[in-house]
């Protein structure tokens, strides 16, 4: 069966520090990756998303930056961290092939000081 | 972009009763999905439903694509049900989902 890991799971970060975020998936192949971002009390705000190695889609402008180095991992990266970047963000996966449902991962609480 | 409103925004029910989820969208979607999220901030799949019903156990949701909504509901509530519902949807033509505002849902005992 197929699963998803995000870590960490908290994070505590000064302002103008860097970040990276791991998400990894198992037990499937080429899946679609996304990354979402949930300020508290809010919905959740698709950050981006990619259908293959190398190929990123931002969909809103930002500090933030992702990367794909290999079929089934997923980063979310800053250089400098703003206050404005404190979230709960959450990673997703779902099968390559059209129309598929997506499943999330646990998420990790990021706070900036 | 399609945009997806859920109603109501919040929703207090006392133990046992019935409830019922509304998600709007503005336009042709291929997929939609249910989901709640737990106090502790998971995400767990309800339904994946672009058309038709669905059924299971006290949760069923109906989703009428032609007329560009989706129905979820929760029949005898439990405490446990509490938390906060979000539909959301796939526009035609991409990969993105697009998620909706959100039910906040609190059960009384």
């Known amino acids: 069966s197929q699963t998803i890991h995000q870590w960490p799971a908290t994070l505590v970060q000064p302002v103008g520090s860097p970040l990276s975020l791991e998400c990894t998936v198992e037990?499937?192949?080429?899946?679609?990756l996304y990354w979402y971002r949930q300020a508290a009390g809010r919905g959740l705000q698709l950050l981006f998303y990619?259908?293959?190695?190398?190929?990123i889609s931002s969909e809103v402008p930002q500090n933030l930056s992702a990367s794909r180095p290999q079929d089934r991992q997923f980063i979310l990266s800053s250089k400098k961290l703003l206050l404005s970047d404190s979230g709960f963000y959450l990673c997703?996966?779902?099968?390559?092939?059209?129309?598929?449902?997506?499943?999330f991962g646990d998420g990790t609480r990021l706070s900036i000081l | 972009g399609i945009q997806v409103e859920q109603s109501p925004p919040d929703l207090i029910l006392q133990e046992g009763a019935n409830s019922t989820l509304r998600c709007n969208f503005s336009d042709s979607v291929n997929n939609l999905q249910w989901f709640h999220q737990n106090p502790w901030g998971q995400l767990i799949n309800l339904f994946y439903?672009?058309?038709g019903t669905k059924q299971n156990g006290r949760l069923s949701a109906t989703t009428v694509a032609t007329e560009r909504y989706s129905l979820l509901y929760i029949s005898s509530s439990q405490t446990t049900d509490s938390g906060v519902y979000f539909c959301?949807?796939?526009?035609?033509?991409?990969?993105?989902?697009?998620f909706g505002t959100g039910t906040r849902l609190k059960v009384l005992a």
């Open positions: 990619s259908v293959g190695i190398g190929q």
């Open positions: 037990g499937t192949s080429n899946p679609n």
């Open positions: 997703a996966w779902s099968a390559m092939t059209d129309y598929q449902p997506q499943h």
């Open positions: 439903i672009p058309s």
């Open positions: 959301a949807v796939g526009a035609s033509g991409t990969y993105k989902y697009i």
